[in-house]
């Protein structure tokens, strides 16, 4: 089993930056693509940011490109989302995912689920 906890949402002002931690426990023995995904009221829930669980493979939404990066440390198991230059449209719930099925590569079932953590952007 694999507990994923988020933190390092809240209120920001347009412009401002975030950064968000997810925190893996449980087996940690095992290699795992991780994904943030997020949802806003009303909308579907979309993939944000995705990491191979080496690091050298990353993928983003073309709505966060050049804005977001998302990165690891496995010493800490811990996979963090730097939001930068942030809007109101990047107002939502944001969710860590694991797919502990992809050693290598970027995830593609996500089975594992965080809490989540709120963003709000103030315009």
């Known amino acids: 089993q694999v507990q994923l906890v988020e933190s390092g949402g809240g209120l920001v002002q347009a412009g401002g930056s975030l950064r968000l931690s997810c925190t893996v426990s449980?087996?940690?023995?095992?290699?795992?693509?991780m994904g943030w995904f997020r949802q806003a009221p009303g909308k579907e829930r979309e993939l944000v940011a995705a990491?191979?669980?080496?690091?050298?493979?990353?993928n983003y939404a073309d709505s966060v490109k050049g804005r977001f990066t998302i990165s690891r440390d496995n010493g800490k198991n811990t996979v963090y989302l730097q939001m930068n230059s942030l809007n109101p449209g990047d107002t939502a719930s944001y969710y860590c995912?694991?797919?502990?099925?992809?050693?290598?590569?970027?995830?593609?079932?996500?089975?594992?689920w965080g809490q989540g953590t709120q963003v709000t952007v103030s315009s």
């Open positions: 449980g087996r940690t023995d095992s290699s795992y693509a």
């Open positions: 990491i191979s669980w080496s690091g050298l493979s990353t």
């Open positions: 995912a694991a797919d502990p099925s992809k050693a290598y590569g970027l995830g593609e079932q996500y089975d594992y």
